[in-house]
């Protein structure tokens, strides 16, 4: 019987206003796109989440959700009958990254059974943990402390910090104390700019990071500025890694043209931003034939998308490096869709014995 699409939309509150140097977040709204059969309302169905970053995004638009509707609608009358992840990502362009992320998620977890197991791995079936790093997200000093204090207590190895928002010397100052109590040994030290650091003031910073055992950097530089950022790279004391750069590449040849120019230690992949599953795996690829490290990182999806980066992550085998996937701590209670993906300790897992709520 044809398949059906339906688009389903869904507010999330931050539980505090999430800084960033892009500014401050107190809502991320959630779009799913439901893949079911109409005739058999018994028949689990399968759902992907299609959420774009404000601001950041491509597909980031006023009518997004008017757009989903319209492609659900045109999915439907189509009478679809058979359809795979490969399918989707023919039915939507690469210009729409965080659509293909969605559609694609849901045609796996059709095929799968509609139960939000998209891999079969030890993690999805929740007999192995993922590490994942805590984040600390920018406020003042003291409400900083706070949550490293916090994510210290509950046994983080790994924390990342935004900056850029702050003056640099209180920056500084925060991650100092931080050293105070956990050195290099003890905690890796991530920071994320955002690409808040101007070109010719990047280097003294990076230096001065350099000084507290900083693992890596996350987009220093604002992105389009390749030949600054491929001197960073070849001179900055602390490791970068490239996130929004990455954006928009979705050619082969493009992304090999900007690791090759750029040659930077470190991805930090969203596949929201990076046009899903697929594309991610291209990445990986050519990051892994390059030498480069990688991880990967959730974009402010709620449960649904989280699990499914968190299920890639397992699958391409992350046992051991903390990956960015501790954003489901953030949204108010009720917010989040329920399920078993559980934060704890610098560990996610999935709960055995428990299932997935709906998402509307």
């Known amino acids: 019987m044809p398949l059906r699409l339906r688009a389903i939309r869904r507010p999330l ?172 040994d003890r905690l890796t030290l991530r920071v994320d700019a955002n690409g808040a650091l101007s070109p010719p003031d990047a280097p003294a910073r990076l230096a001065a990071l350099a000084e507290l055992g900083i693992h890596s950097i996350e987009q220093p530089i604002a992105p389009g500025q390749p030949e600054a950022l491929a001197r960073l790279c070849a001179a900055s004391p602390v490791p970068i890694a490239l996130d929004e750069e990455l954006i928009g590449l979705t050619t082969p040849a493009a992304q090999a043209e900007l690791l090759d120019r750029v040659q930077p230690p470190f991805l930090v992949l969203k596949p929201t931003l990076l046009g899903g599953l697929a594309a991610t795996r291209a990445w990986v690829a050519a990051a892994r034939a390059r030498g480069i490290g990688w991880w990967l990182t959730s974009a402010l999806e709620s449960s649904i998308g989280l699990n499914a980066i968190a299920q890639l992550a397992a699958e391409l085998g992350v046992e051991e490096f903390p990956q960015g996937l501790g954003t489901g701590q953030l949204y108010q209670p009720g917010d989040n869709p329920a399920g078993p993906l559980r934060a704890e300790g610098g560990w996610l897992r999935v709960e055995k014995g428990e299932t997935w709520g709906a998402v509307a």
């Open 13 to 184: 509150r931050f539980s505090f206003p999430a800084k960033t140097s892009r500014g401050s977040l107190t809502e991320h709204v959630a779009h799913y796109l439901v893949l079911d059969d109409p005739t058999r309302p018994d028949c689990p169905a399968g759902i992907g989440e299609a959420s774009p970053l404000a601001g950041l995004s491509p597909d980031d638009d006023a009518d997004f959700f008017d757009h989903l509707q319209a492609l659900a609608a045109r999915f439907t009358r189509a009478g679809v009958e058979e359809f795979s992840p490969e399918a989707a990502l023919r039915l939507v362009p690469a210009a729409l990254p965080a659509v293909r992320f969605g559609l694609e998620t849901a045609a796996l977890d059709w095929h799968n059974g509609g139960r939000r197991l998209l891999y079969d791995t030890p993690f999805s079936r929740g007999e192995s943990a993922l590490p994942i790093n805590g984040l600390i997200w920018m406020g003042d000093a003291a409400f900083m402390r706070e949550q490293i204090a916090r994510k210290l207590t509950e046994g983080y190895s790994c924390l990342k910090l935004k900056i850029g928002a702050l003056d640099f010397d209180t920056e500084l100052a925060v991650l100092r104390d931080i050293r105070t109590v956990a050195a290099p």
